[in-house]
């Protein structure tokens, strides 16, 4: 943190002119930072009475990091399903375990969890933890945090990969936070280093400009949060085998201090984009909602469901669980139209992995068409009924 000594400062007024963020103001003679500081030192610099200082926290090293081994996923459950971005993650974990030669183990817990164990070994853990109690039918940020942790303290696994999902999301800042180690959000890539065995976590940074590969060198486990779809599920193969062993819990980890009143269920958008084979995707070039009505007709004739950029969502013309890319959902479908899509890194994020990309758009420059498999330069009101037409007739 940025330490200002107040007995040296003169409230010149240097900092405040050096600062680009506007994060030091001097008031009454004294200069004060605020939250905007991002401890880039130019002020340090500046300062002719030596009264700024940066004090860095100390950093934590660990003591027997060689004790931890494995990898473990956090499977997630709700309402009698295990969400496929388990499966993702017992693919990525299975790679990862092969190169560092260890184990993959999973741990799942909800009210009736041991009709899946078999899923999961096929899908390639080595062993299961279940952790069955009627307690964790029901969703308790804390309650499922402290499973993990327990998991993680007596098995001691070096990585440890749960989904970047809002379950994901909340659970395992959480157990970070218990448990004192790094934890990186959001992965789009997971790699072991061949020289160390360090887990190196690749995900987007700077609004997607740039992909940061972070590691975690001086705490374990190296905790990893992966977006849905973004891994391929291991291929099950039935014929494996592996250990379940249903975890002892004792009273007070079931114990939540979150009362849940009521469970409402959002009905009014059923369809999640990130299951579907087809998508067709509408963007600020639609002009208007009206627009989606176009777009809907099309994905109901491919039998597929409807997506948006942010720039529709954002203009209310289309609800938020459509939005694909960086800020929305992560697809990977067999074929994504996008329509009226200019293509920026955002969004491409969120799709690029799509069998087959189909860009429809009046530019023919949009950077849309630099990722499209297929492109179609024109006006998408023109386009689209057009392909409809055609398509019912090859229905014929
Ligand atoms: C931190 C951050 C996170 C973000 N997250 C996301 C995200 O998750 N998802 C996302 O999508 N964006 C995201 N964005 C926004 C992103 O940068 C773009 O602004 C957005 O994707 C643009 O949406 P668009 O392509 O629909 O609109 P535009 O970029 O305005 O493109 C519209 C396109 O439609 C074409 N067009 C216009 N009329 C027609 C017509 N009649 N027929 C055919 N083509 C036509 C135009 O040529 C143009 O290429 C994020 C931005 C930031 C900074």
């Known amino acids: 943190m940025l330490i200002i000594d107040k007995e040296k400062c003169s409230g010149c007024g240097l900092c405040e002119a050096s600062c680009a963020f506007a994060a030091i103001v001097v008031t009454d003679d004294l200069a004060v930072v605020n939250e905007a500081c991002t401890l880039c030192g130019a002020c340090v610099e500046n300062c002719p009475d030596d009264a700024l200082r940066i004090e860095v926290a100390e950093r934590r090293i660990q003591e027997g990091l060689d004790e931890y081994a494995g990898i473990l996923v956090f499977a997630e459950y709700r309402r009698g399903i295990v969400a496929p971005v388990s499966y993702e993650l017992l693919g990525v974990g299975r790679r990862l375990a092969d190169q560092r030669g260890v184990q993959l183990s999973v741990v799942i817990a909800g009210g009736d969890v041991s009709r899946h164990a078999d899923s999961l070994i096929a899908s390639g853990a080595d062993i299961v933890y279940l952790a069955e109690s009627p307690v964790l039918e029901q969703f308790h940020e804390d309650v499922h945090a402290a499973v993990l942790a327990q998991v993680i303290r007596a098995q001691k696994p070096e990585v440890v990969l749960a989904g970047a999902t809002a379950m994901g999301r909340s659970v395992v800042p959480y157990v970070a936070t218990v448990i004192d180690a790094g934890l990186t959000a959001d992965c789009t890539r997971l790699e072991i280093r061949e020289s160390d065995g360090m887990l190196l976590q690749t995900r987007p940074a700077f609004g997607g400009n740039i992909m940061a590969t972070i590691e975690c060198p001086h705490t374990r ?4 949060t992966v977006r849905p779809k973004v891994m391929a599920p ?36 059923q369809v999640n984009i ?16 009206k627009g989606f009505a176009l777009i809907r007709e099309l994905a109901d004739e491919l039998g597929g469901a409807v997506a948006a950029s942010r720039a529709a969502v954002d203009s209310g013309w289309i609800p938020y669980p459509h939005q694909v890319g960086q800020t929305g959902k992560t697809v990977a479908p067999k074929l994504y139209i996008a329509c009226g899509i200019s293509g920026a890194v955002q969004h491409a994020v969120g799709m690029q992995s799509a069998e087959t990309i189909v860009a429809i758009n009046r530019d023919q420059n949009a950077p849309i068409f630099n990722i499209a498999t297929y492109g179609v330069v024109g006006d998408l009101y023109e386009v689209i009924p057009e392909l409809i037409k055609r398509l019912r007739e090859v229905k014929k």
């Not at 486990?221 to 990893?224: D, L, S, Y």
């Not at 250990?243 to 009905?267: C, D, G, K, P």
Request: aromatic letters at 0%; hydrophobic letters at 35%.
């Open 221 to 224: 486990p190296q905790m990893a």
């Open 234 to 269: 291991a291929q099950p193969d039935p014929s494996r085998s592996g250990s379940i062993i249903r975890l002892e819990l004792a009273e007070e980890i079931l114990q939540s201090r979150v009362e849940v009143l009521e469970s409402v269920h959002n009905t009014e958008d």
């Open 274 to 289: 990130q299951e579907m084979e087809t998508l067709v995707a509408g963007g600020r070039g639609l002009d208007s909602e």
